[in-house]
């Protein structure tokens, strides 16, 4: 008796936009998890301004901004404007009614203190790795290092951040630990997995 043969049954077209759906939310709940996309320094830099100006997005400050408010400062065109705007920026933070902004003063303070001991290979330590968690964050509650996974590699330097550690200047609390590696003379993050060597950008932190 020959054995009889069936065709595969095709999905009807509701199980297909069905399964279509599932997947446009798990591409979107995994593109959100995995935050915005780093900006190099190049990104957030306007050259329509003066060299006090220009790169005052880079660092933390492009982690405090929202994307609109990066948008509009890279649309400026003359110092005057950034100065309006950097005072509209800090006044909208301002967590008090009174005179004076705490906020913006916690941010002046650490930049100060980023530039005197983070300052490296020609990039203020404000528009630095280092300099942009400092700054958000606070000094870290500890430092450590751990052998290079490159062979012959720096160290691994480690900054670590307990969960008692407030929330920063982003209004976020930082994460347990932040990685940096050195690259020629300037220390920047470390990405598992990728060589330090093969990155030519001062990146904003991740999420």
């Known amino acids: 008796m020959p ?19 599932v997947l446009a939310v798990l591409v979107f709940f995994l593109a959100c998890a995995a935050g915005p996309p780093a900006r190099s320094a190049a990104d957030l830099t306007n050259p329509a301004l003066g ?9 933390p400050i492009a982690r405090i901004a929202t994307a609109e408010e990066i948008r509009q400062y890279l649309a400026l065109t003359d110092d005057a404007q950034a100065e309006t705007f950097i005072e509209r920026f800090w006044a909208s933070r301002n967590p008090t009614s009174g005179a004076g902004n705490p906020l913006r003063q916690a941010f002046d303070e650490r930049a100060a203190q980023a530039d005197r001991q983070l300052t ?49 200047l982003d209004g976020k609390r930082p994460q347990p630990r932040y990685r940096f590696i050195k690259k020629g003379d300037l220390t920047v993050f470390y990405v598992p997995g990728q ?7 001062v990146e904003t932190p991740p999420q």
Not at 51 to 59: K, R
Not at 122 to 141: A, C, K, N
């Open 120 to 168: 490296e290979a020609g990039f203020r330590g404000r528009h630095t790795d280092r300099g942009s968690i400092y700054i958000l964050y606070g000094p870290p509650s500890q430092t450590d290092h751990e052998v290079s996974p490159i062979p012959n590699g720096p160290p691994i330097e480690v900054w670590g951040y307990t969960a008692t550690t407030p929330a920063g």
């Open 195 to 201: 060589d330090p060597r093969l990155r030519n950008r």
């Open 3 to 21: 054995l009889k043969r069936t065709a595969g049954r095709i999905p009807s077209p509701f199980f297909v936009v069905a399964v279509l759906g």
């Open 51 to 59: 060299p006090e100006h220009s790169s005052w997005l880079i660092g």
